[in-house]
């Protein structure tokens, strides 16, 4: 579904689409002028049309809105999804929790960019909302670009998603300082923990004589849309797999721990290759339906958090973008919505 732009009212009249020329799965953008409102008041006033879009379209930036700091992003946010905020367990990057479940965007070299991914789609459990914020934009580059994850998988050639679709994706992970240690991942110390928690989500999990954790699982490479029944990329094989890394890293790492020890890898869910050239394909999809735009401070991201993907991109300088997740949805209990 688009968005009638023309249809809109207040501040939405003048929101635009970017790119402006792709009616499907563009970035709804409005520049607010509050005009001495209070934030919460603007939310409340607009929050109709704001989860109009949201639902039916699926990713709206709002440029201008006063929000000061990490506590208010964190209240605007359960305001605008009508939720609580979600905590970040099982994770897959490094973040500061701040008050309230928000947290600090992936803590991760600023020279590296990070591939375009919806948030915990290597888990069972994901966010159906994701909200980010823009404290300090940064000297050069730091966009956090989205893609539309139904485009995406319409663009991946067919024997590939057949492929997937029918094998699954298995994730592969190895706990340790090379990458996140597994008391970092579970948010725990304690060993029980860890296991009633991957048995709760289907995650098979080896301790090794030396203490370190292995976890394997396997999980759909796409899903459907509760709304629009659009069958969507949904799975990160692309971003755990061995190649989303630096040649050098690569061989660094293959030399240091060897294939099977690597901290995170991908597989089909039968525990088979997958071509590199598939990978390739999908990534290159990711890059064809990748729209950017630069962050200005306070500028505030609000995403479904299936139909679109984010990245981050390489940047120079100081960059701080806040992150707070809601709507829990899942594979085991299909709770959406
Ligand atoms: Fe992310």
Same mark, same amino acid.
């Given at each position: ?5 023309? *249809? ?7 929101? *635009?689409? +970017? ?14 002028? !509050?005009?001495?409102? @209070?934030?919460?008041?603007?939310? %409340?006033?607009?929050?109709? +049309? ?5 639902? $039916?379209? =699926? ?6 809105? !006063?929000?000061? =700091? ?5 209240? &605007? ?16 990057? !490094? ?5 309230? $479940? ?30 980010? &914020? ?21 663009? +991946? ?16 992970? #190895?706990?340790?300082?090379?990458? &996140? ?12 923990? /860890?296991? $009633? ?11 090794? @004589? ?9 999980? !759909? ?14 799975? %990160?094989? $692309? ?5 989303? &890394? ?9 030399? /240091? ?47 479904? #958090?299936?139909?679109?993907?984010? =990245?981050?991109?390489?940047? +120079? ?9 809601? =709507? ?10």
């Amino acid at each position: 579904m688009t968005i009638e732009v023309n *249809k809109l009212e207040g501040d939405f009249s003048k929101g *635009k689409l +970017i790119p402006e020329d792709m009616k499907t799965g563009a970035l709804f953008q409005v520049d607010v002028n !509050p005009q001495g409102k @209070k934030t919460y008041d603007w939310i %409340q006033k607009n929050n109709v +049309i704001i989860n109009n879009i949201l639902s $039916h379209h =699926g990713a709206l930036l709002i440029r201008g809105l !006063p929000i000061g =700091g990490s506590r208010q992003f964190g209240t &605007l946010l359960q305001q605008i999804f009508g939720m609580e905020l979600l905590p970040y367990i099982y994770r897959s990057t !490094p973040r500061t929790e701040l008050k309230g $479940h928000v947290f600090t965007a992936t803590e991760y070299h600023s020279d590296l960019l990070i591939p375009q991914h919806n948030e915990n789609s290597y888990s069972n459990n994901w966010p159906t909302r994701i909200g980010f &914020l823009c404290v300090v934009d940064s000297d050069t580059g730091g966009a956090t670009p989205i893609a539309n994850s139904r485009n995406v998988y319409l663009d +991946i050639p067919l024997p590939i998603r057949e492929k997937f679709e029918s094998k699954g994706v298995m994730y592969v992970r #190895n706990y340790s300082d090379i990458d &996140l240690p597994w008391d970092v991942v579970f948010g725990t110390k304690d060993r029980s923990e /860890v296991e $009633h928690f991957c048995l709760n989500n289907n995650i098979n999990c080896e301790w090794s @004589k030396d203490g370190s954790l292995r976890t394997t699982q396997v999980n !759909p490479s796409f899903i459907v849309h509760p709304e629009s029944k659009e069958r969507i990329w949904f799975n %990160q094989a $692309h971003l755990f797999h061995i190649s989303s &890394l630096d040649k050098q890293v690569t061989e660094d790492l293959l030399k /240091v721990v060897g294939t099977d020890r690597l901290p995170r890898n991908a597989y089909y869910g039968d525990g088979s290759e997958i071509e590199p050239e598939a990978l390739e394909l999908i990534r290159k999809s990711y890059e064809k339906h990748t729209i950017r735009f630069s962050w200005r401070r306070n500028d505030l991201l609000l995403l479904d #958090n299936m139909r679109f993907s984010h =990245g981050r991109e390489s940047y +120079i300088g100081d960059r701080k973008v806040l992150t707070g997740m809601a =709507g829990p949805s899942s594979f085991i209990s299909n709770r959406i919505f």
